[in-house]
Each structure stands twice: as structure tokens, then as C-alpha cells.
């Protein structure tokens, strides 16, 4: 899940690509297991990412700018 997310974040596949990208065979049950394990929908963790790439579910120090001063 942790490339799938990965794929997500920083690529403008879709979401079936994503799927077929890391094994699944079904955009559907990758979906479903991608909610199971990170708790919100392929559209909504790619939403939450933002256009800055930065990972919402990290503190403070996933800002590279913050790790340079």
C-alpha cells in the first residue's frame, strides 16, 4: 500500500493504473483494500495530499523547508 499511496501522490495515473500498477487485477477490490488499510478511499488520500506533494498524515517535519533551517 505504501507504493500505492506513493503512486498516488506523486503521479497523475488514475486510480485503476495505480491498481494495475501494484498487483491488483481489479480497480474495485484495490480500492477496497487500499480503504482497509490506510482508513480513506484512493480519491480522498490523493485529494488530501494537496498540490504540494506534501504528505498530510505527517507532522511539521515533512516540510522539507522546516528540515533546512
Known amino acids: 500500500m505504501a507504493l500505492a ?3 498516488l ?5 488514475s486510480t485503476g493504473a495505480v491498481a494495475e500498477a501494484v498487483g491488483y487485477q481489479s480497480e474495485a477490490a ?9 482508513g480513506i478511499t484512493p480519491a ?7 498540490p504540494s506533494g ?3 498524515f505527517a ?8 528540515s533546512l533551517q
Open 54 to 56: 506534501r504528505d498530510a
Open 30 to 38: 484495490f480500492q477496497r483494500a487500499f480503504k482497509s488499510h490506510m
Open 44 to 50: 480522498q488520500w490523493r485529494k488530501m495530499q494537496g
Open 5 to 7: 499511496a506513493n503512486e
Open 9 to 13: 501522490r506523486t503521479s497523475s495515473l
Open 59 to 66: 507532522g511539521p517535519s515533512a516540510d522539507p523547508a522546516r
